[in-house]
């Protein structure tokens, strides 16, 4: 027999003002007497409101705490906390990441106790191992899709940038280039899938590590494949997929030893639609956030080959072979802010799910000052690197590097450890928002950087140069092209500070409550 709420309950539930704070007056009664069951007239009691409204309220509620595993149906219309929750109960020190995931030390064991931020509720190490299961499926799926995709479009896409195959040698640099790239989509997919992975369960550490190995590895092969093997363009291919295959399985073979409850299991890939749809739905903007901004990367590759030609005839390649050297420059000194960035997405969302919104606010403001701190060193590094073209000479061959290389490589140095601030913006908030359930903002945003990146791109170049791009353009044109990376900045930045300032700072959460 259900049991009913008390009327201290109900009192209780008189005071709760918004949605969340009802919200987690349903979700604390589950907990604090796990062994009734409730219908959902006692929960609308309980938070002081049994009108129509107020079961409709607490039905959305149950129904989402059903789906991320912590109450069940025990009868028609009657709820409890799932029985089958793991409740082993340790004694030991606790070490509580910033991002509000926690590991306890217990005497006795041989490996820490961690509690994850998305099921810390639940105490779930079975939804994580599915959740992980459904992830290596789906990369897989992805994996083959992506390969063939891009092997089929290769000669299309060489041509969007204007590399022909009456073009000889550039033609067949590129192709062989493109060509191993996109046979190693795997490897660059599954590093990027663990990484984000471990990020999810609060170790933000280990991704660094892994990436700052990964690039230093990438850096050393790059040296001894062009260099002292002397395989060129191909070597510099497979030194770029064989550091993400070696870090991806170093990254995996780590995660496993280190954290015993990630080892999967037969049963943990018997996944059902809702797994499957749940994490393509979660995953869907953000990817499409990425796909607009490779769009406008290579929109504004293609913009730099035509600086290297003459009446369509390819004269030069210090235009890209500077832009390519700044860019892997750029990645390179951005990594720190884009690994604080990657951390605030479990930050917030587990303080989302605590309905701590105060401290999602605290450790936004806490991650904007850092980006201040750690954006101006990182800025005044690369802008450093640049003198007499430092950083060329590490990414390119002696032969390679001369006055235009240097030219054309600073100019891109200048402009964007100049603005560097405003993407590390991005890189604390889009994660932040990204968080805290708002991907439609993240969206808008890559689409905001797209058309502020074409628009830059195809006009203002062109503008400068007197209607026409190519080799013998002035100066200033190239700088007019290098400025499509702020503008995108700009726009991104611009569309982001709406939830910045509506959800994060005035901590308006009102669109959780559907």
Not at 37 to 42: C, F, G, H, L, V
Not at 74 to 99: C, H, I, P, Q, W
Not at 175 to 204: E, M, P, V, W
Request: proline letters at 3%; one cysteine or more; charged letters at 15%.
């Amino acid at each position: 027999m259900t049991k009913k709420v008390s009327k201290k309950q109900t009192k209780l539930g008189r005071k709760i003002g918004t949605g969340a704070e009802r919200a987690g007056v349903i979700a604390d009664l589950f907990r604090s007497f796990p062994s009734k069951k409730y219908t959902i007239k006692n929960l609308a009691a309980a938070i002081g409101s049994s009108d129509r409204e107020g079961r409709q309220f607490a039905r959305e509620v149950v129904d989402t705490l059903i789906h991320q595993g912590m109450v069940e149906e025990v009868m028609d219309g009657k709820y409890r906390l799932r029985a089958n929750l793991n409740r082993e109960t340790y004694e030991g020190v606790v070490d509580m990441l910033a991002s509000g995931s926690m590991y306890v030390t217990v005497e006795g064991l041989d490996h820490d106790v961690f509690i994850t931020s998305r099921h810390a509720g639940a105490h779930d190490e079975g939804g994580v191992r599915r959740s992980l299961a459904t992830q290596i499926v789906l990369s897989t799926v992805l994996t083959i899709l992506l390969t063939a995709l891009a092997m089929a479009l290769l000669n299309p896409l060489l041509a969007w940038i204007h590399v022909t195959p009456d073009q000889g040698d550039v033609y067949r640099a590129a192709h062989t280039y493109c060509a191993i790239i996109f046979c190693g989509i795997g490897a660059q997919l599954f590093y990027n899938f663990i990484c984000s992975f471990l990020r999810s369960i609060g170790d933000s550490v280990t991704p660094l590590a892994f990436l700052l190995f990964s690039t230093l590895l990438n850096v050393a092969l790059d040296l001894l494949f062009i260099l002292s093997f002397g395989w060129g363009v191909a070597g510099a291919a497979i030194a770029t997929v064989l550091a993400q295959l070696l870090s991806t399985i170093a990254c995996f073979i780590y995660a496993f030893a280190h954290y015993p409850q990630l080892r999967l299991s037969r049963q943990d890939f018997a996944l059902t639609r809702s797994d499957i749809c749940q994490h393509i739905i979660q995953g869907i903007p953000l990817g499409l956030q990425f796909s607009v901004l490779a769009i406008g990367i290579i929109i504004m590759q293609s913009v730099v080959v035509q600086f290297d030609m003459v009446d369509g005839l390819l004269v030069s390649s210090a235009a890209q072979n500077g832009y390519g050297a700044a860019n892997k420059l750029f990645c390179l000194i951005s990594t720190p802010l884009n690994a604080l960035g990657v951390s605030m997405t479990s930050f917030t969302a587990q303080n989302l799910g605590a309905g701590d919104y105060k401290r999602i606010r605290q450790g936004t403001l806490q991650a904007l000052i850092m980006l201040l701190i750690v954006g101006v060193l990182s800025a005044t590094i690369g802008l450093l690197l640049s003198i007499d073209g430092l950083y060329l000479r590490v990414f390119l061959s002696a032969d390679k590097v001369t006055p235009e290389t240097i030219r054309y490589g600073n100019t891109l140095v200048y402009v964007d450890f100049g603005l560097f601030l405003l993407v590390g913006f991005i890189y604390i908030i889009r994660n932040c928002i990204q968080g805290i359930e708002r991907p439609q903002y993240v969206l808008c945003a890559g689409a905001g950087e797209l058309i502020a990146r074409i628009t830059v791109c195809l006009l203002l170049p062109a503008a400068v140069a007197g209607g026409k791009v190519d080799a013998n353009a002035r100066p200033l044109a190239f700088y007019a092209l290098c400025a499509a990376d702020p503008a995108a900045w700009i726009a991104s930045d611009l569309v982001l500070c709406i939830p910045f300032f509506r959800h994060i700072l005035r901590q308006d959460y009102r669109y959780l409550i559907k």
